[in-house]
T-cell receptor, first 125, second 107 residues
Framework: EVQLVESGGGLVEPGGSLRLSCAAS????????MSWVRQAPGKGLEWVGR??????????DYATPVKGRFTISGDDSKNTLYLQMNSLKIEDTAIYYC????????????????RGQGTLVTVSS | DIQMTQSPSSLSASVGDRVTVTCRTS??????LNWYQQKPGSAPKVLIY???TLQSGVPSRFSGGGSGTDFTLTISSLQPEDFATYYC?????????FGQGTKVEIK
């Protein structure tokens, strides 16, 4: 069974840094596209960024609001995805979910599959 | 970036009602459109992908339609467990983008 367990959230001051982790199991991590999606309190979903599988180049991709501040990486030996967040802003306050981004059955469309409860990041002084 | 416009942002309906949510994209996305359901305190889960394909395990009262730039999510007969927030999302290009959500509430 696919499992994704996010951790590392907490309270941080504006301008600070935090690293989130997503421990994955139940699938071949090295073959997966992995994304981070966030949700500010009472708001909608916002894609943060993605790490493509090694077979697809292993490159990260970021949403404009976090580009240059956030870095996504993966450790294949630990089956873990990371989100390094620097220069945090108040507007980065959100629940952060990690997700696989795999093809739907018999489809060329990739879909998010959220298996964890997310981790809450609060940026406040 | 592809902009996603969902409507309505919220609606009130009764059990048994037929409910339709629309999603319009700012650019052509073929059928690269997914629908998610989110209940309070839980992560979103996919209901429909590729515009009209029902995810395994999702009740058949949910259906999706459309292509190009205009899409719909229909619940044929609303059930108590369907009261939630629904999001459309495009997987045509990066950055991935979501609609702002439609909250379905009990009338």
């Amino acid at each position: 069974e696919v499992q994704l367990v996010e951790s590392g959230g907490g309270l941080v001051e504006p301008g600070g840094s935090l690293r989130l982790s997503c421990a994955a199991s139940g699938f071949t991590f090295t073959n997966a596209w992995m994304s981070w999606v966030r949700q500010a309190p009472g708001k909608g979903l916002e894609w943060v960024g993605r790490l493509k599988s090694k077979t697809d180049g292993g490159t990260p991709d970021y949403a404009t609001p976090v580009k240059g501040r956030f870095t996504i990486s993966g450790d294949d030996s630990k089956n873990t995805l990371y989100l390094q967040m620097n220069s945090l802003k108040i507007e980065d306050t959100a629940i952060y979910y990690c997700s696989t981004e795999d093809f739907g059955h018999h489809s060329n469309t990739r879909i998010f599959d959220f298996r964890g409860q997310g981790t809450l990041v609060t940026v406040s002084s | 970036d592809i902009q996603m416009t969902q409507s309505p942002s919220s609606l009130s309906a009764s059990v048994g009602d037929r409910v339709t949510v629309t999603c319009r994209t700012s650019q052509f996305i073929s059928n690269y459109l997914n629908w998610y359901q989110q209940k309070p305190g839980s992560a979103p889960k996919v209901l429909i992908y590729a515009a009209y394909t029902l995810q395994s395990g999702v009740p058949s009262r949910f259906s999706g339609g459309g292509s190009g730039t205009d899409f719909t999510l229909t619940i044929s007969s609303l059930q108590p467990e369907d009261f939630a927030t629904y999001y459309c999302q495009q997987s045509y290009s990066s950055p991935r983008t979501f609609g702002q959500g439609t909250k379905v509430e009990i009338k």
